[in-house]
């Protein structure tokens, strides 16, 4: 395994997510790559125009670049010198940015949290993971 895909949002799960990875990595050598995606509002108005001329939606995606921002200074302090990782934040709709982010890093594996900061509970995982662990092309690890 050369490369290791680590889906964060901030949540607990998606630390957990993170932790285990960077073990998995320690222990044999790989590059973590940390990605984060987030979305503008659950409005169906705005996702399905995605105008970003729109100020509303240029508003809150400047607030999302924040939050992206410091979601991946966390898990900069969290890794350390120690681990390889590239990291990488965007705005869109998690499941399908996830999916390609982790196909054109080139990952062997997929690592994230069952459940993010939706607070949607399915029955055993969350709407994101649950998506990823049926559409993605390589292994997916989902850490509770």
């Not at 120690?82 to 399908?96: D, N, W």
Request: charged share 25%; proline share 4%; no cysteine.
């Amino acid at each position: 395994m050369k490369k290791i895909f680590v889906a964060i949002d901030g949540s607990e799960h998606a630390w957990k997510a993170l932790d285990y990875a960077a073990e998995l990595a320690k222990g044999m050598n790989s590059t973590l790559f940390v990605y984060s995606a987030l979305k503008p509002s659950d409005s169906g108005a705005l996702l399905a125009m995605y105008d970003m001329d729109d100020p509303l939606l240029a508003s809150e995606v400047s607030g999302l670049d924040d939050l992206g921002d410091k979601i991946l200074a966390q898990a900069k302090d969290r890794l350390g010198p120690a681990i390889k990782a590239e990291f990488k934040y965007e705005v869109g709709y998690p499941p399908e940015m996830i999916l390609a982010a982790a196909e054109k890093s080139g990952a062997d594996t997929i690592v994230m949290g069952s459940r993010g900061l939706s607070g949607i509970k399915e029955l055993l995982l969350g709407s994101v993971s649950n998506h990823i662990v049926h559409y993605a092309k390589v292994p997916v690890v989902i850490v509770k």
